[in-house]
Structure formats: structure tokens, C-alpha cells
């Protein structure tokens, strides 16, 4: 079977440790082979050009710029990407019958790219349902619903239901994003939607306790404190302002606060450290991937943030490299999520609402005291047990009825 992938982010190699190459790979354990139709933008300087990757076709589309650029040049480069993919897939893959096509959200303006391929080959669709837009947009302050903002917002949930209609089958995230998408989109059949999970490859990322107190010491991070991690993007969708509220209150902890990452937040944290210096924060903006992987390991507790506004059931994928390398997690989210319900049940964290400052400042005190080994253990299971790339695929597999 030819198994197409798309995906607006760049995919560097098939043999990559990240979601989507780990189920491609799945694929093509399976006898399948794997096509990908991924983006370089122009800031790159590199043009259009199909590769062999270990087996797998990687088409690299050159389009305008997502990144280091204004709202302006984003809008109009997410817009174009449609034309630009269906152009490349009719010139570099023009005897190719595809029988399975896989995208994901976000975004959502692939649909033209979906509805032609769907009716050109008579291809199945799967959609892995990552991000509800526009409404979390509207969640954020973002886009409207009503007035002149909501001409915005109207064009894209246009989008969104069409990506829905043309699609098969809709994998999602969790129980709480089924039943979301089936509550707010009558139109599609109970029958055609399914949790397929965010899965990885696991692989054992657990340190020696030297190699522990290497990491620690090359980055400055104390030897005899209790280590909370968050590790990953500070945007808007992760309630930055809630997060600096919390380490405000934490001056006087026994815990130490690591946070690595980028974003458009990110000055804002920044700022915050600069001008209320805590004594127990460390911010990193950019550490080379191998060493934010062992750094991982190197900490006791990972911390997920989602902005409080939210009426969608994000589910952060960010969940996974803490689990695999043994940490247990504090989720600070809204209610809607199923994230904190996940962590709590399976014994491997705990949840506070994330406009809760006390609630989790009392949890940090308990935390720093409480003896986690139990739940170390625990989130290596779960992730074993829950979230292996093999769910994914047999997920996929078993609702399309793919041998």
C-alpha cells in the first residue's frame, strides 16, 4: 500500500524520534511504503526537491515563510501551501497511486490537497485531529465569532468542516476531543471518529546518577533541589501570564524551576526573571536536542500549562517525553481537558486548574516532600501501556480496515 503523509512542518528524516516519523516507520515495518510531503521555507534558501530517506520518499515543497516572520507573511504562506503541495505532487509523484493519505492539524488548509488526492486515486483519508481551529483561536482572543473578526473565523471554520467531510476517519487525541468534535459537528457520524493518542517509539532515557549530576552541573542547576521542568513552547495557548504568577509566589521554595523553550511568550518570561529575580528559576532558550533529552532525565518533575479560556480539550504532546524518561507531572490546565484526568488516574502526577495560584503552590510544597519513585515507574508503564506508536497504527489500521 502507498501511504502518503502530509505535513506543513518539516520533517527532517523518517528515522527522527518524534510523532510522526515513529508512526511512519510503523508503516513501513508493516510492508507499506511511505510518502511525505513536507515544507522548506524560503528563509532557508533551499528549493523544491524529493528525496530517498531509509526507504521513505520525502518531497520537501519550498514555500514562503512560517517562522521569523510577521502575522501578515504567515497568513499569506498558510494560504498558498495548498496550491503549492498539489503542484508538487503532480510533478514529483505523477505515476504514484496513492491508497492512504494521513494529515494532521494543524492546519486545517490541506483539504484541497486531501479532496484531490481522495479523488484521484480513490485513497482513503485519516485525519489525526491535533488542534480544534479556529476555535481555539476565538478561546484565546484571537478571532471572533460575530462582527467583522468573525469574516475570519467563518472562512476558516468553512475549512474545518470541509477537512472533516472529506476525511474517512478522524483520529483523536483523547475521549474528551471525541466527544467535543462529535458535539459540535453534528454532520459527522459517530461511526468515522476514534482516539488515536499522540504515541512515540519509546526508548530508555533514564541517566545514571552521575550522568545526572554531569547535566546538571554543565547547566547550572543545583544538586540538592527538587527539579521542575517545563520544556517547550511559551505561546499564548499555554497561559504564560499564569505560569510567571506561579514562580512569583515560589520565591521562597525549596523547588527549583528549569524552563527551556521559544515562543512568542517567551520575552515575556524573560522580562519577568530579569526584573524580580527569583533565585530558583533558570530559563534556557535553546539547548542542543540531545542534551534537552538527557535533561529530561536529569529532573524530577515535568509541568505542563494550558491557558484557563480554553473551551477545547487540548491534549499536549509534551506529556510523552516527560513519561518516557520516568518523571512524574503536574498539569496545570483548564477543566476541559482530559490531560489532568489521564495523569491523575494512571498515579503518575497530579492537576490543578491553571487559575489556581494557591492550589498549586500547595502542591509544589507536597511535591518537594513526597518520596515519587512509586511514580516514576508508574509513567514508564503507562507510556509503554498507552502510548506506543503500535496503538497508533493498529488504531489507524483497524478503522479504515487496512490489512
Not at 176 to 187: G, M, Q, R
Not at 193 to 202: A, D, L, Q
Not at 373 to 393: F, I, P, Q
Amino acid at each position: 500500500m502507498n501511504v502518503l503523509f502530509l505535513t506543513t512542518g518539516r520533517m527532517k528524516s523518517i528515522e527522527a524520534y518524534s510523532l510522526y516519523p515513529d508512526l511512519l516507520r510503523q508503516f513501513r515495518a508493516h510492508g507499506h511504503t511511505v510518502y511525505v510531503v513536507s515544507q522548506r521555507e524560503k528563509n532557508t534558501g533551499l528549493p523544491t526537491e524529493l528525496k530517498d530517506d531509509h526507504g521513505a520518499h520525502m518531497l520537501y515543497v519550498r514555500i514562503g515563510n512560517l517562522t521569523g516572520c510577521g502575522r501578515i507573511e504567515k497568513g499569506v504562506t498558510t494560504l498558498q501551501i495548498e496550491g503549492q503541495y498539489k503542484k508538487a505532487i503532480k510533478k514529483y509523484f505523477p505515476g504514484v497511486h496513492f491508497d492512504l493519505v494521513l494529515y494532521s492539524t494543524p492546519p486545517i488548509t490541506l483539504v484541497g490537497v486531501v479532496e484531490y488526492i481522495k479523488k484521484r486515486d480513490q485513497a482513503q483519508t485519516y485525519l489525526l485531529l491535533k488542534d480544534i481551529f479556529p476555535q481555539n483561536a476565538v478561546d484565546l482572543g484571537m478571532m471572533a465569532q460575530n462582527g467583522l473578526k468573525g469574516l475570519l473565523y467563518r472562512y476558516f471554520r468553512r475549512k474545518e468542516e470541509h477537512l472533516y467531510a472529506v476525511s474517512d476517519h478522524i483520529g483523536c487525541m483523547s475521549s474528551a476531543n471525541v466527544n467535543y468534535v462529535l458535539e459540535h459537528n453534528p454532520k459527522i457520524s459517530p461511526d468515522t471518529i476514534s482516539v488515536c493518542p499522540n504515541c512515540i517509539e519509546p526508548r530508555d532515557m533514564s541517566l545514571s546518577p552521575t550522568a545526572k549530576r554531569e547535566m546538571r552541573d554543565r547547566y547550572g542547576i543545583p544538586q540538592d533541589r527538587k527539579v521542575f521542568l517545563y520544556g517547550g513552547n511559551f505561546g499564548k495557548p499555554q497561559g504564560i501570564s499564569f505560569l510567571i504568577e506561579c514562580l512569583r509566589n515560589q520565591k521562597k521554595s525549596k523547588a527549583f524551576f528549569l524552563l527551556i523553550g521559544g515562543g512568542t511568550e517567551y520575552h515575556k518570561v524573560e522580562t519577568f526573571i530579569k526584573s524580580e529575580p527569583q533565585g530558583n528559576v533558570k530559563l534556557l532558550k535553546h539547548i542542543p536536542k540531545d542534551d534537552y533529552d538527557r535533561m529530561v532525565a536529569a529532573c524530577d518533575v515535568g509541568m505542563i500549562f494550558l491557558d484557563h479560556r480554553f473551551t477545547i480539550p487540548n491534549f499536549p504532546s509534551r506529556l510523552l517525553p516527560y513519561i518516557q524518561a520516568g518523571l512524574p507531572v503536574l498539569a496545570c490546565t483548564d477543566p476541559n481537558t482530559d490531560v489532568g484526568k489521564v495523569i491523575t488516574d494512571g498515579g503518575f502526577g497530579w492537576w490543578c486548574e491553571s487559575n489556581d495560584v494557591e492550589r498549586f503552590s500547595s502542591l509544589i510544597q507536597t511535591i518537594v516532600l513526597q518520596d515519587t519513585t512509586g511514580m516514576s515507574a508508574r509513567a514508564k508503564n503507562y507510556l509503554w501501556e498507552h502510548y506506543h506508536v503500535a496503538k497508533a497504527y493498529q488504531s489507524i489500521v483497524t478503522a479504515l480496515r487496512i490489512e
